[in-house]
Protein backbone atom coordinates (compact mmCIF):
# COMPACT_ATOMS: atom_id res chain seq x y z
CA UNK A 1 0.00 0.00 0.00
CA UNK A 2 1.06 3.35 -1.04
CA UNK A 3 2.69 5.32 2.17
CA UNK A 4 1.68 9.17 2.09
CA UNK A 5 4.56 12.07 2.80
CA UNK A 6 3.48 14.54 4.74
CA UNK A 7 4.43 17.76 4.91
CA UNK A 8 6.36 17.83 8.68
CA UNK A 9 7.72 14.56 7.64
CA UNK A 10 11.40 15.70 6.57
CA UNK A 11 13.23 12.86 7.75
CA UNK A 12 11.31 10.74 4.87
CA UNK A 13 11.79 13.56 2.40
CA UNK A 14 15.51 13.14 2.98
CA UNK A 15 15.90 9.49 2.29
CA UNK A 16 14.43 9.92 -0.97
CA UNK A 17 16.43 12.54 -2.03
CA UNK A 18 19.51 10.92 -0.52
CA UNK A 19 18.55 7.69 -2.55
CA UNK A 20 17.73 9.29 -5.91
CA UNK A 21 21.49 11.75 -5.57
CA UNK A 22 22.70 8.08 -5.22
CA UNK A 23 21.91 7.34 -8.63
CA UNK A 24 18.73 4.68 -7.96
CA UNK A 25 15.69 5.61 -10.10
CA UNK A 26 12.57 7.12 -8.49
CA UNK A 27 10.54 3.72 -9.88
CA UNK A 28 13.01 1.79 -7.29
CA UNK A 29 12.67 4.23 -4.64
CA UNK A 30 8.64 4.42 -4.85
CA UNK A 31 8.77 0.44 -4.74
CA UNK A 32 11.41 0.56 -1.66
CA UNK A 33 9.68 3.16 0.47
CA UNK A 34 6.26 2.25 -0.71
CA UNK A 35 5.76 5.71 -1.29
CA UNK A 36 3.70 6.64 -5.19
CA UNK A 37 6.31 7.45 -7.91
CA UNK A 38 4.54 10.62 -8.81
CA UNK A 39 5.36 12.04 -4.68
CA UNK A 40 8.66 11.00 -5.63
CA UNK A 41 8.85 12.62 -8.97
CA UNK A 42 7.12 16.29 -7.45
CA UNK A 43 9.61 15.95 -4.22
CA UNK A 44 13.21 15.37 -6.73
CA UNK A 45 11.56 18.07 -9.29
CA UNK A 46 11.20 20.87 -6.63
CA UNK A 47 14.80 20.21 -5.19
CA UNK A 48 16.36 20.08 -8.79
CA UNK A 49 14.46 23.80 -8.70
CA UNK A 50 15.33 25.49 -5.87
CA UNK A 51 17.88 23.26 -3.46
CA UNK A 52 15.35 22.57 -0.61
CA UNK A 53 13.11 19.45 0.07
CA UNK A 54 9.38 21.44 1.74
CA UNK A 55 11.37 24.88 2.85
CA UNK A 56 9.22 28.12 1.99
CA UNK A 57 9.72 31.42 1.71
CA UNK A 58 8.28 32.96 4.70
CA UNK A 59 8.42 36.47 6.78
CA UNK A 60 10.56 35.75 9.98
CA UNK A 61 8.17 36.35 13.33
CA UNK A 62 8.59 39.54 14.65
CA UNK A 63 8.84 39.87 18.54
CA UNK A 64 9.34 42.12 21.38
CA UNK A 65 12.42 40.73 23.37
CA UNK A 66 12.41 39.96 27.08
CA UNK A 67 15.22 41.09 29.02
CA UNK A 68 17.22 37.75 30.90
CA UNK A 69 15.21 39.38 34.37
CA UNK A 70 12.03 39.27 32.59
CA UNK A 71 12.39 35.42 31.81
CA UNK A 72 13.46 34.30 34.92
CA UNK A 73 10.84 36.51 37.05
CA UNK A 74 8.11 35.21 34.09
CA UNK A 75 9.56 31.29 35.22
CA UNK A 76 9.29 31.55 39.02
CA UNK A 77 5.60 33.00 38.56
CA UNK A 78 4.65 29.94 36.56
CA UNK A 79 6.41 27.49 38.98
CA UNK A 80 4.39 29.32 41.88
CA UNK A 81 0.97 29.05 40.23
CA UNK A 82 1.36 25.54 38.50
CA UNK A 83 -1.14 23.83 40.87
CA UNK A 84 -3.24 26.64 41.42
CA UNK A 85 -7.16 25.91 41.71
CA UNK A 86 -9.79 26.83 39.23
CA UNK A 87 -11.11 29.22 42.51
CA UNK A 88 -7.70 30.82 42.73
CA UNK A 89 -7.41 31.55 39.12
CA UNK A 90 -11.06 33.17 39.07
CA UNK A 91 -9.58 36.20 41.17
CA UNK A 92 -6.87 36.81 38.66
CA UNK A 93 -7.03 39.22 35.44
CA UNK A 94 -4.90 38.27 32.27
CA UNK A 95 -4.67 41.18 30.15
CA UNK A 96 -2.89 41.11 26.63
CA UNK A 97 -2.47 44.29 23.86
CA UNK A 98 -1.70 44.32 20.76
CA UNK A 99 -0.15 47.54 18.54
CA UNK A 100 -1.40 47.81 15.12
CA UNK A 101 0.82 50.55 13.28
CA UNK A 102 -0.72 52.32 10.51
CA UNK A 103 2.87 52.83 8.41
CA UNK A 104 3.51 49.69 6.62
CA UNK A 105 6.70 47.48 7.42
CA UNK A 106 9.52 48.18 4.80
CA UNK A 107 11.42 45.48 6.35
CA UNK A 108 10.80 42.91 3.69
CA UNK A 109 13.39 39.97 4.75
CA UNK A 110 12.01 36.30 3.76
CA UNK A 111 14.08 33.67 5.24
CA UNK A 112 13.12 29.55 4.35
CA UNK A 113 11.44 27.61 6.67
CA UNK A 114 10.21 24.61 7.06
CA UNK A 115 6.07 24.34 7.74
CA UNK A 116 5.20 24.34 11.23
CA UNK A 117 8.65 25.99 12.51
CA UNK A 118 6.96 29.81 12.56
CA UNK A 119 7.57 30.17 16.61
CA UNK A 120 11.13 28.42 17.03
CA UNK A 121 13.51 31.13 17.83
CA UNK A 122 15.84 31.05 14.49
CA UNK A 123 12.94 32.23 12.86
CA UNK A 124 11.66 35.53 15.17
CA UNK A 125 13.38 38.62 14.54
CA UNK A 126 12.97 40.86 17.89
CA UNK A 127 11.68 44.51 17.49
CA UNK A 128 12.03 46.84 19.92
CA UNK A 129 9.88 49.60 18.91
CA UNK A 130 7.32 50.64 17.32
CA UNK A 131 7.68 53.72 15.34
CA UNK A 132 4.81 56.33 13.89
CA UNK A 133 1.04 56.29 14.49
CA UNK A 134 -0.96 53.42 14.88
CA UNK A 135 -3.90 52.08 17.72
CA UNK A 136 -2.96 49.72 20.51
CA UNK A 137 -5.94 47.22 21.58
CA UNK A 138 -6.45 46.03 25.10
CA UNK A 139 -8.38 42.79 26.33
CA UNK A 140 -8.32 40.83 29.56
CA UNK A 141 -9.94 37.36 30.36
CA UNK A 142 -11.16 35.87 33.65
CA UNK A 143 -12.40 32.56 34.89
CA UNK A 144 -15.08 32.19 32.80
CA UNK A 145 -15.25 36.14 31.86
CA UNK A 146 -13.81 38.75 30.20
CA UNK A 147 -13.47 42.42 29.32
CA UNK A 148 -14.49 44.33 26.35
CA UNK A 149 -11.85 45.08 23.85
CA UNK A 150 -10.53 48.85 24.41
CA UNK A 151 -8.76 50.68 21.50
CA UNK A 152 -6.31 53.70 21.78
CA UNK A 153 -4.54 55.57 19.19
CA UNK A 154 -2.72 57.73 21.99
CA UNK A 155 0.37 56.82 23.60
CA UNK A 156 -0.26 53.99 26.42
CA UNK A 157 1.26 54.81 29.83
CA UNK A 158 0.82 53.03 33.13
CA UNK A 159 -1.98 55.75 34.38
CA UNK A 160 -4.06 55.57 31.37
CA UNK A 161 -3.79 51.43 31.53
CA UNK A 162 -5.15 51.65 34.87
CA UNK A 163 -7.66 54.57 34.31
CA UNK A 164 -9.05 53.49 31.27
CA UNK A 165 -8.42 49.31 31.24
CA UNK A 166 -8.56 48.59 34.13
Given at each position: ?59 P ?61 E ?12 W?V?G ?27
Open positions: MAQIVRHNDESVRERIIGRLECGRTQLEVSEELGIAQSVISRLWQRFQDDGHIGLYARRVRCVPLTATQCRLLLTWSREHALWTPQQCSCVMFSDESRFSLQSDSHRTLIWRAPGTRYHQNTIERHRYDGAGLCGIILGSKTELHLQSVTMTGHIYRDVIL
